[in-house]
């Protein structure tokens, strides 16, 4: 007897599915989809209230980033609800319709084989990824898995699809790609109708924390440098901003913030005093304030701030910046700072009967014969506009200008700096950063020539700590403040 063509080939009506069953299933890979859908919407929002911190930043998504990530958890949990309800039809007792019992086991095993080695898979990488943003609060600035990654999200949702497809295409053999491509439209149809879902008001949680981040409510700008360093032990430092009104007035008296509390400008001595009580003892002499002052502040108010650190007797201060041209958000350099010491006149203003701060010690062995020859005058007006030696100089020529002057003579130097009280203090912070920065790159060139040695390795070079010693004493941060009494009809 001759063979019937395709006699090999299954029906899908051999497997006797009825409509019953296939409805059942049908609303059981809904439902299930749902759940999945929630249960990763819920986990994604949970991982982002994880990267909470002290400044009450978190991380922020876009629109478009939900509606991705939506549209991701979206496709899979469609194709999980697609595999459970494959399951439930073909799953039935093994003496039904013995003869195609091994394809219903195939269809079914191959289903829960795809799931479970889903999810140990997922659950691997988003254990890996909680860990990653735990050790690192700042690494989801650093990673962005939208931008980077979206791709490989499409691929998983792709390869994800046609593998749930594998044990039907051998079973019905090319019958089944008809099917196949039904069932991607109808998944993409749902799948971006349930991805419309937002179980919770990401907007108003992004609102309410950030309403309590100093940074983000007041639109601080922090002066940028290319000269910083990071500061390791928070034990040592206490955070004080220095922020404009939400008025954005820079002629009123800014507010004040200690770990998110609003204190009075004048009283601001009286709150580190009690923060520097609480500080080990043998830790004081390292531990400062790290301040967040707005760029656009004026001196006037800056210096009344350097007076009230120096009256709680400390001369050390952390300026919080970031970097020049930074390569990610500003939130990401939270723990770089610039140091500095607080110069002698603030000592004067705050009429404080003490010895000269040690870091001054150094002056008292300079010996000009003709001072005038060997002083470097700096200066910034009321406009912002920046002297070297009585000349006005471009911004840009600061930096080179002071290290010329420098390097051109091997004896002793002082730099003077005359700061209006009308300047902003972004301006005057570039001044200081152009000083350092110039002696830094004279110290550098001096300590190649001289020892073949480049000088910032010798930060972390123990055995050489005298070498660095002689360049600083060489080579030393000579500079002296002067901050230029307030103009009459400017009293703060």
């Known amino acids: 007897m001759a063979l019937k063509k395709k006699f090999l080939h299954r029906k899908i009506q051999d497997f006797n599915i009825s409509k019953q069953r296939f409805v059942i299933g049908l609303i059981y890979g809904v439902v299930i989809a749902f759940a999945i859908y929630f249960a990763l919407y819920l986990s994604r929002e949970s991982l982002r209230l994880l990267t909470i911190n002290e400044f009450n930043n978190i991380m922020v998504l876009t629109d478009h980033e939900v509606n991705f990530y939506n549209i991701f958890f979206a496709y899979i949990a469609s194709i999980f609800g697609q595999s459970i309800s494959f399951s439930y039809w073909f799953n039935r007792p093994r003496k039904f319709k013995g003869k195609l019992n091994k394809f219903r086991v195939l269809i ?225 350099y939270r723990d770089i700072v610039f140091m500095h010491l607080i110069g002698y006149a603030y000592y004067e203003c705050a009429d404080m009967q003490i010895p000269m701060p040690p870091h001054f010690n150094s002056l008292k062995s300079f010996d000009f014969d003709d001072i005038d020859s060997k002083l470097i005058r700096l200066s910034i007006d009321d406009n912002n506009n920046f002297s070297f030696n009585d000349s006005i100089i471009k911004k840009a020529d600061l930096r080179s200008s002071i290290k010329s002057s420098i390097a051109a003579d091997s004896s002793k130097y002082l730099i003077t700096f005359k700061i209006s009280q009308e300047a902003s203090f972004g301006e005057y912070f570039k001044v200081l950063v152009s000083a350092k920065g110039a002696i830094d790159e004279v110290r550098s060139e001096y300590s190649y020539s001289k020892y073949g040695l480049k000088y910032s390795d010798l930060h972390y070079d123990e055995n050489r700590y005298e070498i660095k010693k002689s360049i600083m004493r060489k080579y030393p941060f000579a500079l002296i403040e002067l901050p230029l009494p307030i103009t009459i009809g400017t009293q703060p």
């Open 108 to 332: 079914v095993t191959d289903q829960r084989v795809i799931n479970w080695n889903f999810i140990n898979w997922f659950v691997k990488l988003s254990t890996s990824t909680v860990l990653v943003l735990w050790m690192s609060m700042h690494a989801y600035y650093v990673i962005s898995f939208y931008s980077i990654f979206a791709y490989l999200f499409v691929l998983i949702v792709i390869v994800l699809f046609l593998q749930t497809w594998i044990s039907l295409r051998l079973a019905f053999f090319g019958k089944s790609f008809k099917w196949m491509v039904l069932s991607f439209i109808v998944i993409s149809v749902f799948s971006l109708g349930m991805s419309r879902i937002n179980l919770l008001d990401y907007k108003t949680i992004n609102k309410d924390i950030l309403s309590e981040n100093i940074e983000y409510t007041y639109k601080v700008k922090l002066p940028q440098s290319d000269i910083y360093a990071i500061g390791v032990d928070r034990s040592l430092y206490t955070n004080v901003w220095i922020v404009k009104p939400k008025t954005r007035n820079i002629d009123t008296v800014p507010l004040v913030f200690i770990h998110n509390n609003l204190i009075p400008l004048d009283s601001l001595h009286d709150y580190l005093s009690v923060w520097m009580e609480s500080v080990s003892k043998y830790k004081r002499k390292k531990a400062r304030p790290k301040l967040y002052i707005d760029a656009d502040i004026k001196m006037k108010y800056i210096n009344r701030v350097l007076k009230h650190i120096v009256m709680s007797n400390i001369y050390k201060v952390n300026y919080a910046v970031t970097p020049t041209n930074p390569e990610y958000d500003a939130t990401y």
